[in-house]
């Protein structure tokens, strides 16, 4: 009798290729972002630059004073220009959030500085002459994610093995195959809704996923329904963050729900001559300001919320040698038994290059 491989005890048999063979509607994210190369940490961290910012707001009003309290005083220096409405000011000394200044600098006009006005640094007074200035550092920003374990046995016993099933010609086999599409299915969820956690002893560990990640660009709509403005809000944040400089990939995720508004947005303002009998308008590429998205059907989404990805800055990464693997445990008594096992973690690099829309109606 010829001994196949999935029979040998012990033997490793590596899955992770079928699994990305598994029905694409039922995993969307793990076939659009694929497996990347394996890290060789239990925790895997990279690092990410980070702009200083270049706006804040004030904090408090001021009239004809020398002295400015803004949100976020470590943005600026002595001799920056900064502008508030038609005004330049000259920062002369920052103590913490306290601006000391010169107003109406080079001959504008100053004015009421009220809460809440924007206070964007401009460029540096440069002098003719002067000795270089003191270099400005920011460190580049530390980013982690845990890697998670995701496991399913299969167990057939030796009756069901020798009973005749219709259309099944491997029992075994078959029972794996659907052990696959339950792991990729929990890799999937974890990828969308996992939160980072590590338990007291290391033992256990979960993925942070998407929604865990985006930090900044969330729009809670309350209650709203989804509109072209909302994504266009949506976009115009990752493009002020810098999230379209290196020409991202960006996909807009969405549930069914979110899919059929999104098809619907506008339909009264479109016209189109029809010569058959179909109806309906289906949208399946989303055009903006600043760029193009693909929209993309996901049924782990929640149904109120979407998300704005940018498809290169995601990536799924196995533990080394913890990729997808099918071992063969043997017979165990009146069964035969295996084991499927994978570890994997979610790469999501500069989260302000990314967005969420929550609270939809």
Known sequence: MTTLQNQIVGKKESVTDE?????????PMINLVGFGDPVAQVEHQWFEDEMYADETTASAAAVDTTKITVADGSIFEPKHVVKVGEELLLVKVVNANELTVTRGYAGTTAGVIVDGA???????????????????????????????????????????????????????????????????????????????????????????????????????????????????????????????????????IVGAKQKRALSAA??????????????????????????????????????????????????????????????FLGVKGDYQEGQIVGEFLLEFKQEKAHARIKGLK
């Open 118 to 252: 924007k206070v964007e640094f401009q460029f540096v007074e440069g002098v003719e002459g002067a000795d270089a200035r003191k270099a400005r550092y920011k460190s580049r920003k530390r980013v982690s994610n845990l890697a998670q374990i995701f496991d399913e046995t299969v167990s057939i016993s030796g009756t069901a093995a020798a009973t005749s099933e219709y259309g099944i010609d491997d029992l075994y086999e078959y029972e794996k195959q659907k052990k696959l599409l339950e792991l990729a299915l929990q890799l999937e969820k974890a990828v969308i809704n996992g939160v980072k956690y590590e338990s007291a002893d290391g033992k256990v560990r979960q993925t942070g996923g998407i929604r865990n990640f985006i930090q900044t660009n969330v729009f809670d709509k309350a209650d709203a329904e989804l509109t072209l403005d909302a994504l266009g809000d949506a976009f115009q944040a990752i493009y002020e963050a810098g999230g379209f400089a290196t020409g991202g990939n960006y996909k807009i």
């Open 266 to 327: 506008d339909k009264d303002k479109i016209s189109i001559a029809r010569q058959d009998n179909g109806r309906g308008q289906v949208v399946d590429h989303y055009l903006s300001d600043f760029g193009s998205a693909e929209i993309l059907l996901n049924n782990n989404v929640a149904p109120d919320e979407v998300f704005i990805i940018d498809a290169n800055r995601t990536e799924i990464k196995p533990l080394k040698g913890r990729e997808f693997a099918h071992t």
């Open 19 to 27: 699994l990305l063979l598994l029905n694409p509607h039922q995993t």
